[in-house]
């Protein structure tokens, strides 16, 4: 079945730091693929979205690319602030939104 | 607009009880999706609801149930609860059936069975 694969956390990295969390899927045909952030105590927000192969979703400062030779959504940032401190999770949707287990980052000032 | 409100954020119930918890989704939205997150098993797809119809369902035991009201307003059920029910249960709301539309997340509610 579908599934997404996203890199064990936490990460932890400095203020002004370059970012890039790895998202990897197996799905049949090419879903839409997103990026979605939580902060503490809160629910998930959609970080970006990518609906169709070499689509770049960006936001905030975040870019992510449809790979589907290399079946991936990797997130990227060129640099952090502490703000952006929460965790992250890919997605692809099937029926049903499938997620990563999540990454959390840890941004120091 | 208003964004999607859950109702509680937060509930304790005891082992063996029932939960019903409440969604109302972004006005217009049609679709409604039920999502449980704990640390050991992330999020995972409890069902889905459109106009009034279970479209999906999720690998849930029964005691997981659900429905959606003609206002698109939805609730969910946990009968005999159990100490792994406790988790967070996140509704999210969308345009149209999953499948092509991004979904929008509440805030999601904190039950905690002891």
């Known amino acids: 079945g579908d599934s997404v694969t996203q890199m064990e956390g936490p990460v932890t990295l400095s203020e002004e730091a370059f970012l890039t969390i790895n998202c990897t899927y197996t799905?049949?045909?090419?879903?839409?693929l997103f990026w979605y952030v939580q902060y503490p105590g809160e629910g998930l927000q959609l970080l970006l979205k990518?609906?169709?192969?070499?689509d770049k979703g960006s936001n905030k400062g975040f870019e992510a690319t449809y790979r589907k030779e290399t079946t991936s959504f990797h997130l990227e940032k060129g640099s952090v602030q502490v703000s952006d401190s929460a965790v992250y999770f890919c997605?692809?949707?099937?029926?049903?939104?499938?997620f990563g287990k999540g990454t959390t980052l840890s941004v120091s000032s | 607009k208003a964004g999607v409100t859950q109702t509680p954020r937060y509930l304790i119930k005891t082992r063996g009880q029932q939960v019903t918890l409440s969604c109302s989704p972004i006005s217009g939205h049609r679709s409604v999706s039920w999502y449980q997150q704990t640390p050991g098993q992330g999020l995972q797809f409890l069902f889905e609801?459109?106009?009034?119809?279970?479209?999906n369902k999720g690998n849930f035991p029964g005691r997981f149930s659900g429905r959606q009201f003609s206002n698109s307003r939805s609730e969910m059920n946990v009968s005999t609860l159990e100490l792994g029910d406790s988790a967070l249960y996140l509704c999210?709301?969308?345009?149209?059936?999953?499948?092509?539309?991004?979904?929008?997340f509440g805030q999601g509610t904190r039950l905690t069975v002891v």
């Open positions: 990518a609906t169709k192969a070499d």
């Open positions: 799905a049949t045909g090419y879903p839409s």
């Open positions: 609801y459109f106009s009034e119809t279970q479209r």
């Open positions: 997605a692809l949707m099937g029926t049903a939104l499938i």
């Open positions: 999210a709301s969308s345009l149209a059936a999953q499948g092509s539309i991004e979904a929008f």
